[in-house]
T-cell receptor
Framework: GAVVSQHPSRVICKSGTSVKIECRSL??????MFWYRQFPKQSLMLMATSNEGSKATYEQGVEKDKFLINHASLTLSTLTVTSAHPEDSSFYICSASFPRALVDEQFFGPGTRLTVL | AQKITQTQPGMFVQEKEAVTLDCTYDTSDQSYGLFWYKQPSSGEMIFLIY??????QNATEGRYSLNFQKARKSANLVISASQLGDSAMYFCAMRESFSGGYQKVTFGTGTKLQVIP
């Protein structure tokens, strides 16, 4: 099956710093990448959808200037949490998709656990 | 209104028994996709099964089958012959497509399944 990697898997940072999370599709070209946020024992909340070479589409309530998404190529998307604060601590998951027959399946990365002190 | 509703926050099932996890959805689209994902304690999202809105047959993947009742807008997951390794969170999700190629996947709140030996 298709593989999506995320780096880093875990990051601890001080309040006020910026953190970059990478999402890579390893063996396929992803037409679309999605970024999700998951609080403990809760569901995945879509933050933004990005297509290669175009601006990301952010969900309502997600600050574009705080969560910068760059989809530079068909295999790489980055999420930068700028000036992180403790309330940004969460599990961030990316997924990538490509049209496959009639199934536009998403392949998920393993997630990045961000802790802001 | 909730797009995806999972009414069972937690379920128990005896090993080797079958279990049904409920999912109802709400959409006005004619074309949509329904997914089930498994999330173990490690956090990774594992794709289980997919049902397209135009598929007339219920989807099956090994021990997983999706009981799709379009008129009732339900897409229940049936796991047959439960195994201890099936203990995890299970999320139902729906993909909708919008104009301009924008897609969105909405997740339910999840059901925590525990398999009892």
């Amino acid at each position: 099956g298709a593989v999506v990697s995320q780096h880093p898997s875990r990051v601890i940072c001080k309040s006020g710093t910026s953190v970059k999370i990478e999402c890579r599709s390893l063996d396929f070209q992803a037409t679309t990448m999605f970024w999700y946020r998951q609080f403990p024992k809760q569901s995945l909340m879509l933050m933004a959808t990005s297509n290669e070479g175009s601006k990301a589409t952010y969900e309502q309530g997600v600050e574009k200037d705080k969560f910068l998404i760059n989809h530079a190529s068909l295999t790489l998307s980055t999420l930068t949490v700028t000036s992180a604060h403790p309330e940004d601590s969460s599990f961030y998951i990316c997924s990538a998709s490509f049209p496959r027959a009639l199934v536009d399946e998403q392949f998920f990365g393993p997630g990045t656990r961000l802790t802001v002190l | 209104a909730q797009k995806i509703t999972q009414t069972q926050p937690g379920m128990f099932v005896q090993e080797k028994e079958a279990v049904t996890l409920d999912c109802t959805y709400d959409t006005s689209d004619q074309s949509y996709g329904l997914f089930w994902y498994k999330q173990p304690s490690s956090g990774e999202m594992i794709f289980l099964i997919y049902q397209g809105s135009y598929d007339e047959q219920n989807a099956t993947e090994g021990r997983y089958s999706l009981n799709f009742q379009k008129a009732r807008k339900s897409a229940n997951l049936v796991i047959s012959a439960s195994q201890l390794g099936d203990s995890a969170m299970y999320f139902c999700a729906m993909r909708e497509s919008f104009s301009g190629g924008y897609q969105k996947v909405t997740f339910g709140t999840g059901t925590k399944l525990q398999v009892i030996p």
